[in-house]
């Protein structure tokens, strides 16, 4: 049974960084395109960053600069680094498995 992990969450100030880290059981985070979306209260379901297995990345606009995701092989883990954070950075952060398999979220808040 494929099982994904968030960790790392948590409460900082406007300005802050946050190291999120997902990790999956019975399935490749090598082979398959990893991502992490976000959704904040009474809004949608939402793209923040992306990894192909050929390392290739996306990003939202609104993290571009700011948000990096990488690939730890060796952990086989998938990071999200978030800088520069900002209140509206505050929302329940979902790692998610070729968009198939996903986590419960792990929540993000950004005081002001």
């Known amino acids: 049974q494929v099982r994904v992990v968030e960790s790392g969450g948590g409460l900082v100030q406007s300005g802050g960084s946050l190291r999120l880290s997902c990790a999956a059981s019975e399935i490749s985070i090598k082979r398959n395109y990893m991502a992490w979306y976000r959704q904040a209260p009474g809004k949608q379901r939402e793209l923040v960053a992306g990894?192909?297995?050929?390392?290739?990345?996306n990003y939202a606009d609104a993290v571009k600069g700011r948000f990096a995701i990488s690939r730890d092989s060796n952990m086989g883990t998938i990071n999200l680094q978030m800088n520069s954070l900002r209140p509206e950075d505050t929302a329940t952060y979902f790692c998610?498995?070729?968009?198939?398999?996903w986590g419960q979220g792990i929540q993000v808040t950004v005081s002001t």
């Open positions: 998610t498995v070729a968009q198939i398999y």
């Open positions: 990894i192909t297995a050929d390392g290739v990345t």
